[in-house]
């Protein structure tokens, strides 16, 4: 006989009341979670999450109220979840999970790791600790409607790493507000003022300094007092930007010395977030009429091809602003515009503010062909997806302390039902990747750049840290000498930043040894040379999607065989780099379970569908199966790739 704790088996209950889980995020899946955790009987739960609350996160973060707003997450989520469960041992961390103090030894005190994390550079690291520690660990994401929930464990199924994946497309609002440092974070910053000044305001999509920014203070109590510098009995008191901007008449000029020069200001007082970053450079309207010189562009051609100098994007900023100003005046009182790439204003004024910014922060600007193709869909996140998702992570979680981790699989969650009527879709994880450079046993890439013109901090930032995540990495030259180019040690190798990485005998076929100690991860880079990189490109991953990906092998017939006939799963995607990449989800029309990518929430899952980053909105491409007896199964792809949803 069956003995029964509640709904679960007296020896599961058990094992749940003395094993010990990682919760890793505390927003908005993070919640759900931890309120699931307690109510099913976990009972040691430990909870790490860098941010603090914000007022926009209260209408999705259910642990949190606004008497709440400027402190801890992880610690608030704690308070409230033991609410629900006061017997409950929570240990409450508001740090980065990639703070070194959390090492492999870390993990392994975890017998399950269960990620709700809001960014790619979060996730790999958490996937290769997990590696590392050889724990399980439960990936999950939403996406306004979509969700997914897979498990990763080493040796037996796909790592969140590998499957390759496109730039990221969602960003945490402190990096659009404060910390810019992509073209596509202007642009996201510019839609939202678009809608700040002449469209419907929403506290998600707030543009000026973001002064509770976590990463502005040394200390979090710093955080909060800004936070809740203008607080009384909870009542957040905020300057409406549009009552600002109507207060001056829509006067262009006295918007732009706002946007692009008294916020910038006040960010440079910020100082603790120019440390390791180039400092913004404010813009004045004046000083630039003065100096204006005769109009240049990059290019010849369409107008929409060309890249415009800096005044020439104030004056497309003036004349924008004033034409959406008249456009407002006609509706009236109460009257908002929407933004539309089609709509010739909206999308001057767009491109103009973003580039602004993009000159400020030291970006190269883009033309007006590329802005439009870079602007994607904006799509808020849904609570009750956030719910169903943390659900199923608990749900798997249980068949892991079962110790039935062959049963578990990746589940879709579904904007609309499929062919057989289901919303949640489960598939059969994936093997690891042979071809993946984080979880085979000899992890090697190959890199094309130049070598002339590559420096040691570029190849330490923006290849080794940002490209292939790495945290604290050391690389020695494989030259027969062992020579250190980059020391994690502090001041060590210094001298090395500014030079090219040609002075030191780096050439064509030159191999370099590069070790992350932290995550227990080294990886072999065979270097390429070339000097026929594309403009503003600074290396590539060779083999990498899309070159690695083979086209389609269906027909029109095929691919129709796999969607659901709903228009909105077959739009094409309005960026130029992400070719036949759809805004909604082409639903997978069988029961049967197919064989699923357990690469988390931004991979094709096997010849299903790509399927949109939780709250990031990523997407992966995988290769089709062409396997016949698959065929009733496949699925189409799902990519939100466009998608901003900041969680």
């Known amino acids: 006989m069956v003995h029964l704790v509640g709904s679960l088996r007296r020896e599961l209950a058990d094992s749940l009341s003395a094993c010990k889980v990682l919760v890793v995020g505390a927003g908005g899946i993070g919640c759900e979670l931890l309120k699931n955790l307690v109510l099913t009987g976990f009972k040691n739960i430990e909870v790490i999450d860098l941010d603090t609350i914000d007022v926009s996160n209260l209408n999705r973060q259910f642990l949190f109220q606004k008497k709440h707003v400027g402190k801890s997450k992880a610690q608030v989520a704690k308070e409230s979840a033991l609410q629900f469960c006061p017997s409950a041992n929570i240990t409450a961390y508001h740090d980065s999970v990639m703070n070194p103090d959390y090492n492999v030894e870390f993990f392994r005190k975890f017998m399950l790791v269960m990620n709700a994390l809001d960014n790619r550079a979060a996730r790999n690291h958490v996937n290769r600790m997990c590696l590392a520690a050889d724990i399980p660990l439960i990936e999950s994401g939403t996406a306004g409607y979509l969700g997914q929930v897979t498990v990763i464990k080493k040796g037996m199924t796909e790592c969140y790493e590998c499957q390759p994946k496109p730039s990221q497309k969602t960003f945490p609002g402190c990096t659009i507000r404060n910390t810019p440092s992509e073209p596509i974070h202007c642009i996201v910053w510019a839609k939202y003022l678009f809608n700040q000044l002449f469209g419907e305001e929403d506290a998600d999509q707030e543009v000026s300094p973001d002064t509770a920014d976590p990463e502005a203070a040394w200390k979090p109590e710093e955080a909060a007092a800004r936070a809740t510098a203008s607080e009384k009995d909870g009542d957040i008191k905020r300057v409406s930007t549009k009552e600002w901007a109507r207060s001056t008449g829509y006067d262009p000029v006295k918007l732009f010395n706002k946007l692009f020069k008294d916020d910038i200001m006040y960010l440079l007082t910020m100082d603790k977030l120019w440390k390791k970053r180039k400092a913004p450079t404010p813009l004045d309207w004046k000083h630039l009429e003065k100096n204006v010189r005769p109009q240049e562009s990059s290019a010849s051609g369409l107008k929409d091809q060309q890249v415009l100098g800096v005044w020439g994007y104030c004056q497309m900023f003036q004349h924008s602003v004033e034409t959406l100003r008249s456009q407002l005046k006609e509706m009236g009182d109460g009257g908002e515009l929407v933004w539309d790439k089609d709509d010739s204003p909206a999308m001057d004024f767009v491109t103009a503010a973003a580039n602004l910014r993009m000159h400020i922060f030291s970006m190269n600007m883009k033309s007006r062909f590329d802005v439009k193709s870079m602007a994607g869909n904006i799509i808020p996140a849904i609570a009750t997806t956030n719910a169903i998702i943390a659900g199923l992570i608990v749900l798997e979680g249980l068949k892991i302390l079962s110790g039935e981790l062959e049963s578990c699989r990746t589940i879709f969650l579904n904007k609309c039902p499929n062919l057989r009527k289901k919303l949640l879709v489960p598939c059969i994880l994936d093997p690891p990747s042979a071809n993946c450079y984080v979880c085979v046993s000899k992890p090697e890439v190959t890199v094309k750049l130049n070598v002339q013109k590559t420096t040691v901090l570029s190849l330490q930032d923006r290849i080794l840290k940002e490209r292939f995540g790495m945290v604290a990495p050391d690389v020695q030259i494989e030259d027969g000498k062992g020579t250190i180019l980059i020391s994690s040690e502090e001041g060590e190798t210094d001298a090395n930043n500014d030079k090219f990485i040609g002075d ?59 969607t659901n006939g709903n228009k909105d799963s077959a739009q094409p995607s309005t960026s130029s780099k992400a070719p036949a990449e759809d805004d909604d989800v082409m639903l997978v029309d069988s029961d049967e379970e197919e064989s699923g990518s357990s690469s988390s929430a931004a991979v094709v899952i096997g010849s299903k569908r790509k399927h949109a980053d939780t709250e990031t909105g990523e997407t992966s491409t995988k290769r089709l199966r062409t396997d016949p007896s698959s065929a009733d199964a496949t699925a189409a792809d799902n990519d939100d790739d466009d998608i901003i949803a900041l969680d």
């Open 504 to 562: 030191f005998g780096i050439r064509n076929g030159s191999r370099l040894q590069a070790d992350d100690f932290l995550q227990d991860y080294t990886l072999l880079i065979n270097v390429l040379h070339t000097e026929a990189l594309e403009r503003d490109v600074e290396f590539e991953v060779v083999g990498e999607a899309p070159d690695k990906a083979p086209a389609p092998q269906t027909n029109q017939e095929e691919a129709n065989s796999i």
